[in-house]
């Protein structure tokens, strides 16, 4: 009997590491080409489709009963999916659940971003979610995003990405003259209204006013068919340009935008498209807006989840609410995100017993919050205990962690949303290095064990 909880590396004892390697070099391709909610939530319901999941809409319009091992999908408003496997048990009894989010940190452009000065044209930015300022300075940058034209016409915007076009940037100053700027705090040193992107230089010889504004217009008119007040209606967001990376001469972790929460995103997707006849119905839910709140329309704070209970019921022969608080309160979910990873250079803001580490398994976190506890639900002990005995049982391997030190910061997640409709709910994910940053740093085996973790929470477990 170990009386002593062990935690390695992975990698020290896994003889046989093809399989963390060949699941990253798909992720790695997924990161690189998924870099807005609807490139991803796209990509979700493609990959989807291919596996035989058919659109539930559609089954409620020919009111058609699903039975166990359908496979259908909700797409809404572009930004969340949601795909389940029917089980054996009815809807009522409950389901399994796991829960990311698409959207990241990122530059989204001003409704009206395009402005010329001092013989430059600029995009003018706000910046979505937490970051910090001065890590989007003097590096290339793609644009993405869609805009909608007149008479409703969509189209998918992408600059930046192949070698034979041009990025923008953001410039900083030099230090031969930053005096006054390196005595400011941090988070001063580059304000919001400084991450103005620089995006042209050439005057147009025909215009006599605005003259570079009004070739960069001309540019952007002859190669996407768009004006300046398309633009107002464009959801179009600046991003750290190029792909997605191996870390370190052993190529042991993944470095890249975006991980949080792509990387739960990815690795329950390829989870519940692998479940085959549950016992009970196993989702993934993948939602949008989880940085700035969760609000909105796709954000976990709306009713898409509760909505899409409800249909799934009605395609089921069941057509009372009370039917759906049944299923939401008897549901188990995990929130699958991510948290923060010991970093030996800035070790001192974690309590090392209770922090996660790179390559040793997807993280378990019973809390988030802030100080006491704040901003946060609690996984039950019960519900801890049904999680690792799982894990342990299929060989998952799976370490602790918390957001930090008690009083030193702290985050929240889509937990306490779930835990809200009356799951039990625990926080599970993988540690990241650099979180928020435009490059990211994840562990190949934690990256693989989440998928495996995801995988065997959906297909079973405690029925």
Sequence with gaps: MDLMLKRENIFSNTKDQNPIYLFNREYLDFLSGCKTERKVASYIVEEAQKRGFTNLEEALKEERTLKPGDKVYLFFKNKAVLLAVIGEKPLREGFNLVASHLDVPRLDLKPQPLYEKDGFVLLKTHYYGGIKKYQWVTRPLALWGTVVLK??????????????????????LLPHLAKDQMEKKIREAITGEDLNALTGNIPDQEAKENKIKTYILK???????????????????????????EVGLDRS????????????????????????????????LFMDREEIGSMGNTGMQSKFLENAILKLLVAQGEKDELMLRLSLEKARAL??????????????????????QINYGIVLTKYTGSGGKYGTSEASAEFMREIIDLFN??????????????????GGTVAQFL?????????AGVALLSMHSPFEVAGKADIYEAYRAYKAFLSGGKS
């Design 253 to 284: 972790m993944v470095g890249g935008f975006g991980q949080d929460d792509r990387v739960c995103v990815f690795t329950s997707l390829k989870a519940i498209l692998e479940v085959e006849a549950p016992v009970k119905t196993a989702i993934a």
């Design 419 to 427: 835990a809200n409709l009356g799951m039990e709910v625990l926080d």
């Design 219 to 245: 540019l952007l008119h002859d190669r996407f068919g768009i004006t300046e007040e398309d633009l107002i209606t464009a959801e179009l967001s600046l991003v750290p340009a190029g792909p997605a990376r």
């Design 393 to 410: 049982q299929e060989g998952i391997r799976w370490q602790t962690g918390e957001l930090g030190k008690v009083d030193q910061g702290g």
């Design 151 to 172: 008479g409703g016409k969509v189209l998918d915007i992408k600059y930046g990405e192949d070698e034979n076009e041009g990025v923008l940037t953001i410039t900083d």
């Design 335 to 356: 929130s699958a995100d991510v948290t923060a990873a010991v970093d030996p250079t800035f070790e001192g803001v974690l309590e090392k017993n209770n922090a996660a």
